[in-house]
């Protein structure tokens, strides 16, 4: 997930290296997280900050809107109205549009200030499960792209509309798990092998690693061809600085997300668990919720969300 402000950077190269690995300083810290009441039971899946407010998203197709009343649905079974799950989210570089996309080929385009919602479900006629998206651009001249369950990337240069959508298979076929990109068409996305891929041009993809990881990857954060995370099991966290990838275990929980920007951030995952990044290392947050959390995004109110309509805000 990324917020709607986006960083220029240079662009990615570079091939497989392995990890290197280092001690990480975690120690429980004190946090002001609070459990904020959410209209939906069921796993709230992403979030992003947009022009307006904060949108997650659930399963079901339900979105959901922090207002001044609090959190409230804004839309109800998805894109196409069938109720399709909701798994990943991102917005236009201005805010304006809130991207959203989900289980068998859902794909959506909300204006989060009109409430306009326009159906790009399936595109190509593609209906497998699209685990999460990145978008960049303004709204209405963006770019899109959507990484599947089945190892493919499907992207469109003129703002998903019906007809521009082609696709890519960086891998070997499995599935992926999160794309992010840091400038108008670089950036990052991982699979479900363990790899990690780049692209400088939106089209073609070169694996940059991880080798020998031993962990399953989820989360990703994509800044520069030289500053990527990746988060997954075993509380591990993967750092590369254009040369070298460099692994922190955080000790005990699988970590679904991670967003960090200039030093400072979060990752989050299983039982409740947030560790928070700053000065360069990672201390554990103590939270009042044992529930997984799937996804974090930060900004002037840092939000975590995860199972059961769970919502931590601070």
Do not use: C
Request: glycine share 14%.
């Amino acid at each position: 997930m990324t917020d709607f402000t986006r960083r220029s950077a240079l662009k990615v190269a570079g091939a497989s290296l392995a990890a290197a690995t280092v001690p990480a300083t975690v120690s429980a810290a004190e946090s002001d997280w609070t459990v904020i009441e959410t209209p939906v039971d069921t796993t709230l899946y992403d979030v992003a900050a947009t022009a307006t407010n904060p949108h997650a998203v659930a399963g079901a197709g339900l979105v959901i809107e922090r207002t001044a009343d609090g959190w409230e649905v804004v839309l109800q079974g998805g894109p196409s109205g069938n109720g399709n799950d909701l798994y990943g989210v991102d917005t236009t570089d201005d805010g304006e549009r809130l991207w959203i996309v989900g289980s068998s080929g859902a794909a959506g385009e909300y204006d989060v200030t009109t409430g306009n919602l326009i159906d790009r479900s399936a595109p190509n006629d593609f209906t497998a499960n699209f685990n999460d998206i990145s978008v960049t651009g303004p709204a209405g001249e963006a770019d899109v792209y959507v990484a599947d369950d089945s190892g493919a990337i499907h992207y469109s240069f003129d703002n998903g509309k019906e007809g521009t959508w082609n696709y890519e298979v960086p891998g070997s076929g499995s599935g992926l798990k999160a794309i992010e990109f840091y400038d108008t068409r670089s950036g990052h996305v991982i699979d479900t092998n363990g790899k990690v891929f780049a692209t400088d041009d939106g089209v073609t993809w070169d694996p940059i690693g991880i080798e020998d990881a031993g962990v399953a990857y989820y989360g990703l954060d994509s800044d520069a061809k030289d500053d990527v995370r990746v988060s997954g099991g075993n509380a591990s966290v993967f750092t590369y600085d254009g040369s070298q990838w460099v692994s922190e275990s955080l000790g005990d929980a699988t970590l679904f997300d991670i967003e960090t920007e200039g030093g400072t951030g979060y990752t989050v995952g299983s039982g409740g668990a947030i560790f928070e990044l700053e000065g360069g290392k990672w201390a554990r947050n103590k939270t009042p919720v044992g529930e997984n959390l799937k996804a974090i995004a930060t900004g002037p109110v840092d939000i975590a969300v995860g199972s059961a309509g769970t919502l931590l805000e601070q």
